[in-house]
């Protein structure tokens, strides 16, 4: 759920639109394979610190940032792409618009629903901590098959706010305004081809930035949300799959491969739980039927409020691709690590590493052998989840050294609710599993697996 955005976003929303005004004024599917892959890559915006604690600390910070938003044809194969993984924490695929097709990286958001890139040589990004000239962009002037979205078009939920309610031939074009963390973005949609290999998608809805806030990293974005202008949805699949396969928050090119399949029906070795009703006020999230936490063989004592959403958007367990480490409001936060430290207790806390970086509990393993709880999740269905402790704890130096619980949480730990999901099950948490997203059948799937 998109969070209210600061008066410094209200200020730049009313002068964006007035320059997306003044500026800009005027599908099917062919061929259809069975799945397509895309690779998939992790990435930092700008190069990491070398300071492993400096590093941590950054990829906390950016963490925190994303938790203020989040408060089958039967004649062709599936269609795959590489899947990379990126040194600021998420995954990226390439996709290519336009005719002749143009490549940019996208970042795969499961916590958002519109796919956008930096477009025209105008592109301005304000309060950044990266250089709008060093973005790549998509350039609307060198493609043939774009058209402009209008606003009086039925997909457009901005409306038309220049023209006459009664107006029939309104020239605007359709703008929007999205707000990630403590950034945004705003621009205006095009109707474009998206093109895959023996697969290409007509008019597909498409965001045209022009103008970013706060951002920090250079990449387009890739909504998988649950709407209608999410790349899956869009591309009318039934299910989409990925598996991650990176830790260590890297430019590197082993990718992995994610999977938009058009076949209904189960995946061999997959556990699936429901998706869960979404709350009127967050449409967009992929909400999981957890029943219980475990950590080793413990039982988290988490009221239930906090594991089901309400009908205000409040509670409940998301799953995120966009978020790189995982989030637990306040209370769930408090009792989850108030069992690990009962659990850990052998082991000596970094207190210093806890203030630095800004997550915690930290510990030190120089010279220890290294033993950290399962973290389970039993969903409904009976489904389970094991995250290996070595796979969910951060460490500065695989695996030994220090090493820091990677979850983030309010900064008012004492508030009894906060708004937006309790419990968020970030991209860290999936490493090394293959995760299904059934939209068909309306469920979530997964396995442990080497990626």
Not at 131 to 140: C, I, L, N, R, T
Request: charged letters at 20%; one cysteine or more; a positive charge.
């Amino acid at each position: 759920m998109a969070s209210t955005p600061p008066s410094f976003l209200l200020l730049s929303l009313f002068t964006l639109f007035s320059l997306l005004f003044s500026a800009f004024s005027s599908e099917e599917i062919e061929n259809t394979p069975l799945t397509i892959t895309l690779p998939l890559t992790p990435k930092f915006a700008r190069e990491p610190s070398t300071d492993p604690m400096v590093f941590l600390q950054q990829l906390a910070s950016s963490s925190k940032s994303r938790t203020h938003l989040l408060k089958y044809g039967k004649t062709s194969p599936p269609l795959k792409t590489p899947l990379y993984p990126m040194e600021y924490g998420g995954h990226t695929i390439p996709l290519s618009f336009g005719t002749p097709p143009q490549k940019l990286s996208y970042l795969v958001d499961t916590g958002s629903t519109v796919v956008w890139a930096p477009c025209t040589t105008h592109y301005q990004c304000i309060n950044c901590t990266i250089s709008a000239k060093d973005v790549p962009f998509f350039e609307p002037q060198l493609s043939t098959s774009l058209t402009n979205l209008s606003c009086k078009n039925p997909t457009c939920n901005t409306g038309c706010l220049r023209c006459k309610a009664n107006s029939k031939n309104c020239p605007q074009v359709c703008t929007y305004y999205i707000q990630y963390g403590t950034g945004a973005e705003a621009g205006y949609y095009l109707l474009e081809d998206l093109h895959f290999p023996k697969k290409t998608i007509r008019n597909f809805i498409v965001g045209c930035t022009t103008i970013g806030f706060r951002e920090s990293y250079t990449d387009a974005m890739a909504g998988f949300g649950r709407s209608m202008f999410s790349l899956p949805v869009q591309m009318k699949v039934k299910k989409f799959a990925y598996c991650l396969n990176s830790h260590y928050f890297d430019n590197t090119r082993n990718s992995s491969r994610l999977i938009f399949d058009y076949r209904d029906g189960d995946t061999k070795g997959l556990s699936y739980t429901p998706f869960l009703k979404n709350p009127p006020d967050s449409p967009d999230y992929y909400y999981l039927n957890v029943k219980n936490l475990m950590l080793g063989n413990k039982i988290l004592p988490i009221p239930s409020k906090y594991l089901a959403p309400g009908s205000n958007a409040t509670g409940g367990l998301i799953i995120d691709s966009g978020f790189s480490y995982g989030y637990m409001a306040g209370p769930v936060y408090k009792i989850a690590t108030n069992e690990l430290k009962k659990q850990m207790s052998k082991y000596r806390r970094s207190h210093a590493a806890e203030e630095e970086i800004g997550l915690g509990p930290c510990y030190n393993f120089t010279g220890r052998k290294i033993e950290i709880p399962d973290l389970i999740y039993h969903f409904a269905g009976g489904a389970t989840m094991v995250v290996p402790g070595k796979r969910y704890f951060k460490f500065d130096t695989e695996p030994t050294g220090l090493g820091c619980f990677p979850v983030d949480t309010d900064d008012a730990k004492n508030l009894e609710f906060t708004p937006g999901p309790s419990i968020i099950l970030g991209n860290y948490m999936q490493v090394n599993q293959y995760i299904e997203y059934d939209l068909k059948n309306n469920r979530f799937g997964f396995r442990q697996q080497k990626c």
